[in-house]
């Protein structure tokens, strides 16, 4: 069993084409080692809501989101308004989820907790 401090230790790899698309089991599996404020909309995206106490504190959180994202060469989408930002992942290149979005995802965790 991959735990959320495995996870946030990987870096994503270039990923094209549908056999890199994770199945229900193995996107459960990994879903299940995030927080449970993760979930996974029924469009198959993975999602969280943050909020913050004000909009410098929103758009320092953006930031490093997109230099984590920009390391990674992982990109989520990002719906940024004041004192919140959703943070969605789906890796468009196998058609869904893929185990990036979780790396990913662990890895914004482990910046929350610092």
């Known amino acids: 069993m991959t735990t959320a401090e495995e996870l946030a230790l990987e870096h994503c790899r270039p990923l094209r084409g549908s056999e890199h698309l994770l199945d ?25 809501d943050f909020s913050f106490a004000s909009y410098p504190a929103t758009l320092l959180f953006v930031n490093t989101v997109a230099g984590l994202a920009e390391r990674e060469n992982h990109h989520p989408d990002l719906a940024v308004g004041y004192g919140r930002v959703r943070v969605s992942y789906c890796t468009h290149d196998v058609g869904g989820l893929s185990r990036n979005d979780f790396v990913s995802a662990a890895k914004i965790e482990a910046l929350t907790r610092i």
Not at 25 to 38: F, G, K
Request: with cysteine; charged share 10%.
């Open 24 to 48: 229900l089991a193995q996107a459960s599996a990994l879903h299940a080692c995030l927080p449970a404020d993760w979930t996974i909309a029924e469009s198959g995206v993975l999602q969280k």
